[in-house]
């Protein structure tokens, strides 16, 4: 394929550009005429109008030179991945990747053997979305050897040249294809990009699990997750990458809850895709090597030691919230909300009723449980796992009492247990 000719247009809000710290880069990169674009992500969402959250840079100039120009710049430089030509430079705690241009010389499927260049078209045939591919010079002047901002405007995700060759060098891109879908894509998707993630979704499990945690975790924030994952389920792709994910619908109205104002949660979401099984989410927490943290909390949402729903009377909702916690009483609102709502018999008087307990779980202020352990020890109960079960046998006690006992109330609960066993 032969690219058409440069756009010569230029970004129309450039003013992240001109932010004091990415001009001290850009300046220092071009010190003895060196040459420098911003490339990718940055360049995408400023012409759509978008938040820019990285700024990546790349230049003919070697790494080497890159690292002297910084380093006589006053900035310091990293040398985050050398050996592909990855410099990153950091002012005043911003950080700025910085690459110089490259092309593949071999593939090994995450990995590549490559070589330096100083042709910018070369560079961008190996990104993997045309979308990805657009360039811009310092003054905003932009360069689209792939046709990039017609995809964007069109809502269309397209891989740079063959589909499956771009999904062969990194089988992670399959993913990213649905991701860059659920965020950007508009309309019927690119059918040859569909056809090649059918043809290749059996290689999906080969990727590590913290891979595709990644590209899940950003494609369930999208605003309208659920379509890019009923994509993956009809052309086979979700049962490779997440067979769990069985209640797209669920996740599909607690994103419609969260554009009401909610803050959009990664883990919900997921939690939302779920059916109520231990295991399941114990297998998955484990295949996609969550933290503990994150394992716990997903265990916990898949799974609820308490129900939170709008029927509970007052004094039951602040047992669970005692039992379970602000965060995750407010997690189990929000997805019994979904739930009832996936299910078509959301009246609005629940709606309210759901915002009522996650209001509630916000205003929580958990009480204080007035006994210890070593009150159990000061009776005289010998030091062992008896303590353990009397005390939380007397916490029981006050919870089902609206926490009202005091600590004489409850030390006189705990003296009565110790002595009725």
């Not at 880069?25 to 978008?50: H, Q, T």
């Not at 030179?65 to 592909?84: D, F, K, Q, S, Y």
């Not at 619908?249 to 883990?267: C, H, K, T, V």
């Not at 919230?321 to 299910?343: E, N, S, T, V, Y």
Request: glycine share 10%; with cysteine.
């Amino acid at each position: 394929m032969v690219p058409p000719a440069d756009t010569g247009d230029r970004l129309a809000d450039g003013r992240w550009m001109e932010a004091p710290e990415t001009r001290a880069v850009v300046a220092a990169l071009a010190a003895d005429g060196g040459r420098v674009r911003f490339v990718g992500g940055c360049v995408r969402d400023a012409i759509l109008g978008r938040p820019i959250k990285d700024i990546d840079l790349a230049t003919p100039d070697p790494p080497e030179t890159v690292m002297r120009r910084l380093e006589t710049a006053g900035i310091r430089a990293i040398p985050t991945g050398i050996a592909h030509g990855t410099v990153t430079a950091v002012v005043n705690g911003k950080h700025f990747e910085i690459t110089t241009l490259r092309h593949d010389v071999e593939t090994f499927g995450r990995r590549a053997r490559v070589a330096f260049t100083d042709d910018w078209t070369a560079d961008a045939a190996r990104r993997d979305f045309t979308v990805n591919a657009i360039s811009a010079d310092p003054d905003g002047a932009l360069h689209d050897p792939f046709n990039g901002r017609d995809d964007l405007a069109a809502g269309r995700i397209r891989f740079v040249g063959d589909a499956e060759t771009r999904i062969r060098e990194d089988v992670l891109r399959l993913l990213r294809f649905f991701r860059f879908q659920a965020w950007y894509g508009r309309g019927a998707p690119d059918a040859a990009a569909l056809a090649a993630a059918r043809k290749l979704a059996h290689l999906v499990p080969g990727l590590s699990g913290e891979r595709v945690a990644g590209e899940m975790f950003k494609l369930v924030l999208a605003p309208d997750p659920a379509a890019a994952l009923r994509l993956m389920a009809a052309d086979g792709v979700l049962r490779h990458a997440l067979p769990e994910a069985t209640n797209i619908a669920r996740l599909a109205a607690l994103a419609g809850i969260d554009r009401e104002g909610g803050r959009p949660d990664a883990l919900r979401r997921l939690a939302a895709l779920l059916p109520r099984d231990a295991g399941m989410a114990a297998a998955l927490a484990g295949r996609l090597r969550l933290s503990n943290a994150d394992r716990d909390r997903l265990m916990q949402l898949a799974v609820p030691a308490a129900a939170v729903y709008p029927g509970l009377d007052t004094r039951a909702r602040r047992r669970a919230l005692h039992r379970l916690g602000a965060d995750i009483f407010r997690d189990l609102a929000f997805l019994a909300w979904a739930g009832r709502a996936a299910g078509g018999d959301l009246a609005p008087a629940d709606a309210d009723a759901f915002r009522a307990l996650i209001a509630m779980a916000a205003a929580w202020v958990p009480p204080v449980f007035p006994i210890k352990g070593r009150d159990a020890l000061a009776l005289g109960v010998p030091a062992g796992p008896r303590v353990g079960r009397l005390v939380a046998a007397v916490e029981g006690w006050w919870a089902e009492n609206d926490f009202r006992p005091d600590r004489a109330a409850c030390l006189a609960w705990l003296r009565a247990l110790a002595g009725g066993e």
